[in-house]
């Protein structure tokens, strides 16, 4: 069975950086566009970044220019680096595979406090 694997959530002050990773298989991962979601208490499950296999990113405008995604094929992980953080950004993150969803993570809770 696959098995994504996030971590590296946690609380932070308003304006700190966390670095989110992601782990899977490597025929999970190859050749496929991998994305990252959230999901705040209360709401749905939302795509905020997503990185191709050759590293071509998208953003939603919410976190442009505070949120870098990145990937390192040969350890089959997926990055989220998230700085300026904002209260707002307090959700459960999730990575999959975009367009092909797998069976979800338990995700990783990142916390912003104001």
């Known amino acids: 069975q696959v098995q994504l694997v996030e971590s590296g959530g946690g609380l932070v002050q308003a304006g700190g950086s966390l670095r989110l990773s992601c782990a899977a298989s490597r025929s999970t991962f190859a050749g496929k566009v991998i994305g990252w979601y959230r999901q705040a208490p209360g709401k749905q499950r939302d795509l905020v970044a997503s990185?191709?296999?050759?590293?071509?990113?998208n953003y939603v405008d919410s976190v442009k220019g505070r949120f870098t995604i990145s990937r390192d094929n040969a350890k089959n992980t997926v990055y989220l680096q998230m700085n300026s953080l904002k209260p707002e950004d307090t959700a459960v993150y999730y990575c999959n595979v975009r367009f092909d969803l797998r069976a979800w993570g338990q995700g990783t809770q990142v916390t912003v406090s104001s």
């Open positions: 990185i191709t296999s050759i590293g071509t990113t």
